[in-house]
């Protein structure tokens, strides 16, 4: 079985490819990326893929039997039509299955929806392909987090609008294991899948952080215009209103999920402390 992943030179690209050598053996792996050359370590042939060129995917995919798209990180409006050039690509390749990449989310009015909204477009235009598939709808991955912890420790805290809400968390690493075995599992086909660990609060992460890698943070909790305001001063619009928007949608329950990442990989998802314990000694 040959297999192709995009946007391998991203994280998510690159922990998913890593995993689908392990499975599938080297040989049988190729990556797409628009630089190619940022993807050189992990060691397969990369092609030169633009999510704005159906083309690109087109000679990509020749001889693919699945392609795991993972979704791009354009502006909610432009992903839907770049993730068909992919979905087209690969029906005019010959490709048999297509496995996504997309986003948990429960329907609301945060400014974070419409990115929620373009992932479930593609789904539906995915399930529509006549191609045989899988979805996976990931949780927030814990690393963007522990990689920000520096600023949180120059600040004392952690500030966002999520107040007591929950967040089903999960890992990129986690989320490896389990797309290798959509891609891998054809009993899996034809459904989409909850990729998350266990719900927790801020003031949950607050606490694991304090008690595993030695910080002294605490947990104040914004108004979502405040939150908003401060964002898109810090980050810019587009991206300070994103962010604004995720803690939204924890602020009102939108991002508690029950979790199928049993189902899919065969065990629990790991303990989101387990997770940020094993970045102890980093």
Known sequence: ?????????????????????????????????????????????????????????????????????????????????????????????????????????????STFDAVVNSNRQTEKDIKESNLEYAIGRNGLYIEPDIEYLENYIKDGKIANCAADGKCSYTSRDELAIAYSQLLKNNSLNGKIYELVGEAITQTELVGYFNKYLGTSLLFESMSPKDYLAWQQNTNGEFLGTIISGIYAKIRNGEFEIDSDFEKVVGRKHKAISEIINSYKNE
């Open 1 to 109: 079985m040959k297999i192709a992943i995009t946007a391998v030179s991203g994280q998510l690209g690159a922990a998913i490819t890593k995993r689908a050598i392990e499975e599938f053996g080297k040989e049988n792996v190729i990556g797409t990326a628009r630089t190619p050359e940022n993807a050189k370590s992990l060691g397969i042939k990369v092609f030169k893929a633009d999510y704005n060129s159906k083309e690109d995917f087109i000679k990509a995919f020749q001889g693919i039997n699945a392609v795991l798209l993972v979704s791009g990180m354009d502006k909610p409006e432009n992903r839907i039509r770049q993730h068909q050039n992919v979905i087209n690509a690969a029906k005019e390749a010959g490709v048999r299955k297509i496995v996504y990449c997309s986003i948990i989310g429960k329907p609301g009015t």
